[in-house]
């Protein structure tokens, strides 16, 4: 464990924050530090092909040691953390064996990790946990994938009585702000099917995730003085709240769970003159997805005919869909990978993902890929945490489905 330990801790404590107002690729400079990093350590591994291009996608193989025909696999995984915190000046705690109670972060402003508010603590009493000092995220998400992605690999480069095929690996930048998929070359990628290490507790499964939109609505008004306003003055912030309180008020993500969809309101910047407000749009059901794109733009239509005028100005765009539809023609990928963890102990959860990872946009690429568990918690804030063992569950499941799928003829 001591080896996933230190090279986690390598992976985190390199600032790869994206940003999501950037139009380049990666969108911050600072991602090639770990990606630089990367290539290095995967050709010291003794990893063959291995490349990066000029957007940072970095990919590498693993020749197959068997002689008969073996479907090629992937994994794949992102090195960019959320812009959503900052990720800047990690500093990893590590709490061995657990107890079970409160984790001071940190003392100075009472920062902590308490199983009172975060239940999941309890499954990993007695176990290894990396934390945060209570002023950062961690990046577990996703540099515990691309730590058990490397260990794995250099678990199977140093017991070659593991048989297995072609192996390719993949990593990738900027899925935090949805386009770590964009510029991925699937064919040069040449896998039959792949997995993104990128799912939280352990024995997650995943080959659903939700269908996603963003929503930018831009309400105009009119400033005048406001001694003098009276019949003149338009104040959009007073307009915008009312297109949200328009929104059904209990499908936002804090009232939902499951399958069910939200709209989310995550940013507003207003002043009289002009409000925008920024929603993102989730539902697994394509159908109802629509419907919930389509009442966004009814709400404008209806606000618009109230005021006799174009206050409210909607864009809409989608930003990837359910994996679902491409994954259950294969299902035999998410049947190796259930069995994987089976072998080793982790008892599989299958369900579906609220949210989505580079794998729903391969698959639609054309290269089917269920999300399986990175292990870490709390992901994109100072709660973050990652059991160690989870870690190591996760590399002894890539090792199995690398070893099962070379077995299935």
């Known amino acids: 464990m001591q080896n996933?330990?230190?090279?986690?801790?390598?992976?985190?404590?390199?600032d790869t924050e994206s940003d999501p107002n950037s139009e380049t690729t990666p969108s911050t400079k600072k991602q090639w530090d770990l990606a630089n990093k990367l290539v290095d350590e995967l050709k010291a591994i003794g990893l063959s092909d291995v490349t990066i291009d000029e957007n940072a996608y970095i990919m590498a193989t693993l020749p197959s040691n068997v002689d008969h025909k073996v479907p090629t696999i992937g994994f794949v995984s992102h090195f960019d953390t959320s812009p959503d915190f900052t990720g800047a000046n990690v500093k990893p705690q590590i709490v061995e064996?657990?107890?079970?109670?409160?984790?001071?972060?940190?003392?100075?402003?009472?920062?902590?990790?308490?199983?009172?508010?975060?239940?999941?603590?309890?499954?990993y009493k007695g176990q290894t946990l990396i934390t945060t000092d209570g002023t950062t995220l961690l990046g577990a998400d996703d540099k515990a994938g691309i730590t058990e992605i490397v260990t794995a690999m250099e678990y199977l480069i140093n017991h070659p009585e593991i048989k297995h095929g072609t192996i390719r690996i993949g990593f990738t930048p900027d899925e935090e702000i949805g386009r770590g998929a964009h510029k991925f070359d699937v064919e040069k990628f040449g896998a039959d099917w792949a997995y993104t290490m990128d799912?939280?507790?352990?024995?997650?499964?995943?080959?659903?995730?939700?269908?996603?939109?963003?929503?930018k609505i831009t309400v105009k008004g009119k400033i005048v003085h406001p001694g003098y306003a009276k019949g003149k003055m338009i104040n959009s912030m007073y307009y915008a709240s009312e297109f949200i309180n328009v929104l059904p008020r209990l499908e936002t993500p804090e009232h939902t769970e499951g399958y069910e969809g939200f709209f989310h309101l995550?940013?507003?910047?207003?002043?009289?003159?002009?409000?925008?407000l920024q929603y993102i749009i989730r539902?697994?059901?394509?159908?109802?997805?629509?419907?919930?794109?389509?009442?966004?733009?009814?709400?404008?239509?209806?606000?618009?005919?109230k005021y006799e005028s174009e206050v409210f100005k909607l864009e809409l765009k989608d930003?990837?869909?359910?994996?679902?539809?491409?994954?259950?023609?294969?299902?035999?990928?998410?049947?190796?990978?259930?069995?994987?963890?089976?072998?080793?102990?982790?008892?599989?959860?299958?369900?579906?993902?609220?949210?989505?990872?580079?794998?729903s946009q391969l698959s639609y690429m054309g290269l089917p890929c269920p999300n399986i568990f990175a292990g870490g918690h709390n992901f994109h804030g100072r709660y973050e945490y990652v059991p160690v063992e989870s870690m190591q569950k996760a590399v002894e499941v890539i090792c199995k489905i690398a070893e099962l799928t070379a077995l299935k003829k």
């Open 97 to 123: 064996d657990y107890d079970g109670k409160d984790i001071v972060l940190n003392a100075s402003e009472n920062i902590i990790l308490s199983p009172d508010y975060f239940e999941d603590l309890l499954m």
């Open 283 to 305: 539902d697994h059901d394509k159908d109802k997805f629509e419907a919930r794109k389509a009442l966004m733009q009814k709400i404008v239509e209806d606000l618009n005919t």
């Open 199 to 215: 799912g939280s507790q352990v024995g997650e499964l995943e080959y659903e995730n939700f269908n996603a939109a963003g929503a």
């Open 266 to 276: 995550h940013n507003i910047e207003g002043v009289v003159d002009e409000t925008v």
């Open 4 to 14: 996933i330990i230190e090279r986690f801790i390598g992976y985190v404590t390199i």
């Open 319 to 359: 930003q990837y869909f359910n994996m679902k539809e491409k994954v259950e023609p294969v299902m035999h990928i998410v049947d190796i990978a259930e069995e994987a963890m089976k072998a080793v102990g982790v008892t599989p959860l299958i369900k579906a993902i609220r949210g989505g990872t580079d794998g």
